[in-house]
């Protein structure tokens, strides 16, 4: 992996931890209220640069891009709703781990039988090492079992959009910035009619959790944007598990403070994910 691509998926990484610590605090609200309130927000904010990336390029997405989008945005959709739904009944320490170690790992695998992708003998060793890292961090399977299930089920949406968002920017050849911006645009408009029922809790949620809607609407695109410009120049399955170094960044954070589970033992499974970090930059 070359230098540039392992900043941007470093960057990615804390942005992408932030957001889920943000998404965590704010459990308590309805999820759906939540996500299309971050679809919305991001739809908004990045309309400007999606819109100004179009005009100076040239570049807008024809029907058969919008189609591919349209894939990803219903993967995506899945994803946040049950991630959402994870962080309500489980701890970001477990949820989280479980699944952005399952995503990859299953991500990875896929790009090796199915896309042919070889990352080598090093690179091999960095994605066990990050695998087994991240089983460590979920307390060796003994963590609770809404939160096991929830990380494992977002951990499939997770390999799923991973998978197809590589092909989307890569053999497809969609702009990174378009796949992101009508991704949300897509899942706001999909959910709008499940706001007409919860209607009276929007203006209530915005008031309340208003600083986390807003960071969540920055990080989101932004964490991802990274990822989607990293995999136009390294193998999804370098990529995949690289960006997992965000595991030991919500670690701190939740430990730090949501009062997580055993800091010490977690930041010790996560020295295990690092050098598999380590170990695929190198590769």
């Not at 209220?33 to 990045?46: D, E, I, S, Y």
């Not at 009276?200 to 991802?224: C, D, F, N, Q, T």
């Not at 598999?276 to 930059?281: Q, S, T």
Request: aromatic share 8%; charged share 10%; with cysteine.
């Amino acid at each position: 992996m070359s230098p540039l691509a392992l900043g941007l998926v470093l960057v990615a990484a804390v942005a992408h931890a932030s957001w889920n610590l943000l998404s965590k605090q704010a459990a308590k609200l309805d999820g759906l209220v939540f996500v299309w309130m971050v679809g919305a927000a991001g739809t908004v904010l990045w309309a400007p640069v999606a819109i100004g990336f179009m005009v100076v390029t040239g570049t807008y997405p024809g029907w058969p891009d919008l189609a591919v989008i349209g894939v990803s945005c219903l993967l995506h959709l899945a994803y946040f709703v049950t991630l959402q739904r994870g962080y309500s009944r489980g701890d970001l320490s477990v949820v989280y781990p479980v699944a952005r170690g399952t995503g990859p790992m299953l991500a990875s695998a896929v790009a090796v039988l199915f896309l042919h992708e070889r990352p080598g003998l090093l690179g091999g060793l960095g994605i066990a090492l990050v695998g087994v890292g991240v089983f460590l961090m979920s307390g060796g399977g003994r963590a609770d079992r809404p939160g096991l299930f929830y990380g494992l089920l977002t951990g499939l949406f997770i390999a799923g959009y991973t998978i197809w968002d590589a092909q989307v920017v890569g053999a497809f050849a969609v702009a990174p910035v378009l796949l992101s911006f009508f991704g949300e645009l897509g899942r706001t408009l999909a959910m709008a009619p499940a706001m007409i029922g919860r209607r009276a809790l929007l203006l209530p949620a915005w008031r309340e959790h208003r600083g986390k809607i807003l960071g969540s609407a920055v990080l989101v695109p932004l964490s991802y944007l990274l990822v989607l410009f990293a995999f136009t120049m390294a193998p999804v399955s370098v990529v995949a598990p690289a960006r997992e170094v965000s595991v030991l960044i919500a670690v701190v954070l939740g430990g730090r403070l949501l009062a997580e589970g055993d800091l010490r033992c977690r930041l010790l499974a996560a020295g295990v994910i690092l050098g598999g970090v380590v170990a695929i930059a190198l590769s």
